[in-house]
Nanobody, 127 residues
Framework: QEQLVESGGGLVQTGGSLRLSCAAS????????IGWFRQAPGKEREGVSC????????YYTDSVKGRFTISRDNAKNTVYLQMNNLKPEDTAVYYC????????????????????WGKGTLVTVSS
């Protein structure tokens, strides 16, 4: 079964850190740019960070620049999102997605259809 599975979410205090993982099964992640998206209650889904297939290009939305770092280990078929200095406004369900043939900016900012979505992991940042 081809799927993406997120893990690593949880409850953390303001200023804390979490590392999210996105693991692929049934297909090779190396063939795809990967993005992390989030959706907070009552808000639209937004692209948080995206990474190209070989990690040459990355994109971060302005609100997470300097705090979040996206990376990938193609040998482990996994993409990570290291989140530091977390803020209450980072509270959301975080999803990873994969799609072929998009730039990282198009993937994160554009409203393009994805080939795969995970089911999400909840991140809650308490004040």
């Amino acid at each position: 079964q081809e799927q993406l599975v997120e893990s690593g979410g949880g409850l953390v205090q303001t200023g804390g850190s979490l590392r999210l993982s996105c693991a692929a099964s049934g297909f090779t992640l190396e063939s795809y740019p990967i993005g992390w998206f989030r959706q907070a209650p009552g808000k639209e889904r937004e692209g948080v960070s995206c990474i190209s297939r070989r990690s040459y290009d990355t994109y971060y939305t302005d609100s997470v620049k300097g705090r979040f770092t996206i990376s990938r280990d193609n040998a482990k078929n996994t993409v990570y999102l290291q989140m530091n200095n977390l803020k209450p406004e980072d509270t959301a369900v975080y999803y990873c997605a994969a799609v072929r043939d998009l730039t990282v900016q198009s993937m994160c900012v554009g409203r393009n259809a994805m080939d795969y979505w995970g089911k999400g992991t909840l991140v809650t940042v308490s004040s």
